[in-house]
């Protein structure tokens, strides 16, 4: 992968990300002003009502836990709450223990938006960790930028932003979507079809996507979208069939997949005939699904449960030991519980609970992670990740088929590839 130059971190959205946050505020997908940057000149930051005086600090977790996207952000809440739990049993931050207060999402960008202003001016919280969707994070920016308040997102993303109140701890598009369409380049695929939620991260993924093609000769023989939760996929299915394509690039997230992989088989469709690679199913998601679905498919994350090191050894047997022996992990939940440990190693590094010290200190913090050593880029607030491409095997987990070599710089507005010019 090319080496990232330096850049200094962009605060304001890149237009085409605006451009998607607007759609998704006409379509309602998203409260007013979802996405769009705190005005500096309109209001100034909120004082801040953090209280460091006593034996605890308080962190917010906000994740959904009712709704469409519970399927998947369940996990997260409870990686959350083992990371704090191991945490305060170590000692704490600075010799606080850590007090969490858990907000439900509700699978809802404006609910995002309100709990994650509770969590800051009534809680009073540290920081936040959560979030899913792009809707919802786009949703709570301004928020977070208004109020100098600090919040964890633990999911890979589209790109093309980066904010002074946000920590990226999930893949930008150079860590999972440019190495997935590598890797199909690499295994043969001249065509390709997209098939996606009809919000932000899917749309601006598929642009992305389409200016890759064709640079690299590659035919986009359809690109769909479906409402987030819709469950009727008779008509896309069948285009997808129709159009003999060598691969299905996949951005649909949440209980929408279940409805898409089952209509897909239905039409003798299968990881053999025609692959999808998919960005948002992990080994959680796989049996709300169904294994007989999605056995052989590919999948494109930077964390798997089958990773081999100590660290995840350790990270799999106590979530394990928390949840059951039939719990899984996934890369979001390992990202999430990667980011509560970055915030400990930062605010130490800082001294300081504080906002403005946390981001002075921030730049080359390190954590050994279960994925591998991640490390904090300042510049950007996103970390290096190692992708990963993995196929799911028949016992619902994900090996992993091709990964770098080494961990890839993020560079989230894709300054490094010449044919991304115009996109950010």
């Given amino acids: 992968m090319p080496a990232i130059r330096n850049r200094r971190l962009r605060t304001l959205l890149a237009p085409s990300a605006l451009l998607a946050a607007t759609a998704l505020v006409l379509t309602g997908c998203a409260g007013a002003r979802a996405g769009e940057p705190a005005d500096p000149e309109a209001s100034t930051a909120a004082e801040s009502c953090v209280d460091t005086s006593g034996d605890t600090i308080k962190v917010g977790f906000i994740n959904s836990l009712s709704g469409t996207m519970a399927i998947s952000e369940t996990t997260v809440s409870r990686s959350?709450?083992?990371?704090?739990?191991?945490?305060?049993?170590?000692?704490?931050?600075?010799?606080?223990?850590?007090?969490?207060?858990?907000?439900?999402?509700?699978?809802?960008?404006?609910?995002?938006?309100?709990?994650?202003?509770?969590?800051?001016?009534?809680?009073?919280?540290?920081?936040?960790?959560?979030?899913?969707?792009?809707?919802?994070?786009?949703?709570?920016?301004?928020?977070?930028?208004?109020?100098?308040?600090?919040?964890?997102?633990?999911?890979?993303?589209?790109?093309?932003?980066?904010?002074?109140?946000?920590?990226?701890?999930?893949?930008?598009?150079?860590?999972?979507?440019?190495?997935?369409?590598?890797?199909?380049?690499?295994?043969?695929?001249?065509?390709?079809?997209?098939?996606?939620?009809?919000?932000?991260?899917?749309?601006?993924?598929?642009?992305?996507?389409?200016?890759?093609?064709?640079?690299?000769?590659?035919?986009?023989?359809?690109?769909?979208?479906?409402?987030?939760?819709?469950?009727?996929?008779?008509?896309?299915?069948?285009?997808?069939?129709?159009?003999?394509?060598?691969?299905?690039?996949?951005?649909?997230?949440?209980?929408?997949?279940?409805?898409?992989?089952?209509?897909?088989?239905?039409?003798?469709?299968?990881?053999?005939?025609?692959?999808?690679?998919?960005?948002?199913?992990?080994?959680?998601?796989?049996?709300?699904?169904?294994?007989?679905?999605?056995?052989?498919?590919?999948?494109?994350?930077?964390?798997?449960?089958?990773?081999?090191?100590?660290?995840?050894?350790?990270?799999?047997?106590?979530?394990?030991?928390?949840?059951?022996?039939?719990?899984?992990t996934s890369d979001p939940m390992e990202a999430a519980y990667t980011s509560l440990y970055l915030w400990k190693n930062m605010v130490e590094a800082a001294e300081s609970f504080a906002t403005d010290d946390v981001n002075d200190a921030a730049d080359g913090v390190t954590f050994d992670a279960p994925e591998g050593t991640v490390t904090v880029i300042g510049e950007n607030n996103h970390i290096t990740k190692t992708p990963r491409i993995g196929v799911i095997n028949s016992e619902g987990l994900i090996d992993t088929v091709w990964e770098t070599e080494e961990p890839v710089v993020p560079d989230p507005f894709l300054e490094t590839y010449d044919w991304a010019d115009g996109i950010a």
């Fill in 80 to 328: 959350l709450t083992m990371a704090a739990e191991e945490i305060n049993a170590a000692g704490g931050v600075l010799d606080k223990q850590v007090e969490f207060v858990q907000e439900d999402g509700a699978s809802d960008p404006a609910t995002f938006a309100e709990k994650a202003e509770k969590l800051i001016q009534q809680d009073c919280v540290a920081a936040v960790f959560g979030g899913w969707t792009s809707a919802s994070r786009k949703a709570m920016l301004p928020v977070f930028e208004a109020n100098n308040s600090l919040l964890f997102y633990p999911v890979q993303y589209e790109g093309l932003e980066a904010s002074e109140n946000i920590y990226y701890s999930g893949a930008t598009t150079n860590q999972q979507i440019i190495p997935a369409l590598d890797y199909l380049v690499e295994q043969g695929a001249e065509s390709l079809f997209l098939v996606g939620s009809d919000y932000v991260f899917p749309r601006t993924a598929n642009k992305i996507i389409t200016a890759y093609a064709q640079e690299h000769g590659i035919e986009i023989l359809g690109e769909e979208y479906a409402p987030l939760g819709s469950t009727d996929f008779t008509t896309i299915a069948n285009k997808v069939a129709d159009s003999d394509a060598d691969a299905v690039f996949n951005t649909l997230n949440g209980d929408s997949n279940v409805a898409f992989f089952a209509q897909y088989d239905s039409l003798g469709l299968d990881a053999e005939t025609m692959p999808v690679m998919s960005v948002s199913i992990a080994e959680e998601e796989v049996p709300g699904v169904g294994l007989q679905y999605l056995e052989g498919q590919l999948v494109a994350w930077d964390y798997y449960q089958t990773v081999e090191s100590p660290e995840n050894e350790k990270f799999v047997s106590s979530f394990k030991a928390a949840y059951g022996d039939d719990a899984v």
